[in-house]
């Protein structure tokens, strides 16, 4: 079964510092993996994405992430957190069918000044 | 401006009472696909459309219908609403998901509360 798993509801950051959210996925064949972000009262924006290739994926706002095939995960990271980074964030990963998307259960992201 | 709409953004209906939601984007996009979004659930995939004329079940397609007859439109209808659809609802598109695909573009969401 096709599976994406988002183990924590929440991460908690001071501003400046570095953050992780963790994803890891469970999926048939290659995955195509994906991060989006919610604001408050908003739809979900793209940050970035792994289709093939180097395993360090960079985004948007200084986002990046990193492929492990052997753990099976997908973290997103950023250097410096900011404030204006504080959103619900979701980890999506394509299917065995590559047609249907599985979305982990989303992180809160607190960051705090 | 690129952009995927849907209408209405909040409803609050009866159980039993037919609705659609509709949803339209102006980005020549192939592919479309409703979702549900459920607090500690994240997002459950509905039905998706690769094409005009071409739809399939997502995980959760129980108690929605879709159709595909023009490209820009990919409308969601609820024929008999229940209290546990009672949900925030998005439309997405992507230009293509052939070769692990492109991003998805997220209208703003419908707010349906079913009584």
């Known amino acids: 079964a096709q599976s994406v798993a988002q183990p924590e509801d929440q991460v908690n950051v001071a501003e400046g510092n570095p953050l992780t959210v963790k994803c890891t996925y469970s999926?048939?064949?290659?995955?195509?993996l994906f991060w989006y972000v919610q604001y408050p009262n908003r739809g979900l924006q793209f940050l970035l994405k792994y289709i093939t290739g180097d395993n360090l994926v960079k985004g948007s706002y200084g986002f990046e992430a990193e492929f492990n095939k052997s753990q099976t995960s997908f973290h997103l990271k950023k250097p410096s957190a900011l404030v204006s980074d504080s959103a619900l964030y979701f980890c999506?990963?394509?299917?065995?069918?590559?047609?249907?998307?599985?979305f982990g259960s989303g992180t809160k992201l607190n960051v705090k000044p | 401006e690129a952009q995927v709409t849907q209408n209405p953004r909040y409803l609050i209906t009866v159980t039993g009472k037919k609705l659609t939601v509709t949803c339209s984007q102006n980005m020549n996009h192939e592919y479309m696909s409703w979702y549900r979004q459920d607090p500690g659930l994240g997002l459950r995939q509905i039905y998706y459309?690769?094409?005009?004329?071409?739809?399939d079940k997502g995980d959760v397609p129980e108690g929605y219908k879709v159709s595909r007859k023009e490209k820009r439109n990919f409308p969601l209808i609820l024929e008999s609403p229940s209290p546990n659809q009672t949900s925030l609802y998005f439309c997405?598109?992507?230009?293509?998901?052939?070769?692990?695909?492109?991003?998805?573009?997220f209208g703003p969401g419908t707010r349906l509360t079913v009584l």
């Open positions: 999926v048939s064949g290659n995955p195509y």
């Open positions: 997405a598109s992507s230009s293509t998901v052939v070769r692990g695909g492109d991003e998805q573009f």
């Open positions: 999506a990963v394509r299917g065995y069918n590559f047609n249907k998307f599985y």
């Open positions: 459309s690769m094409n005009v004329e071409v739809t």
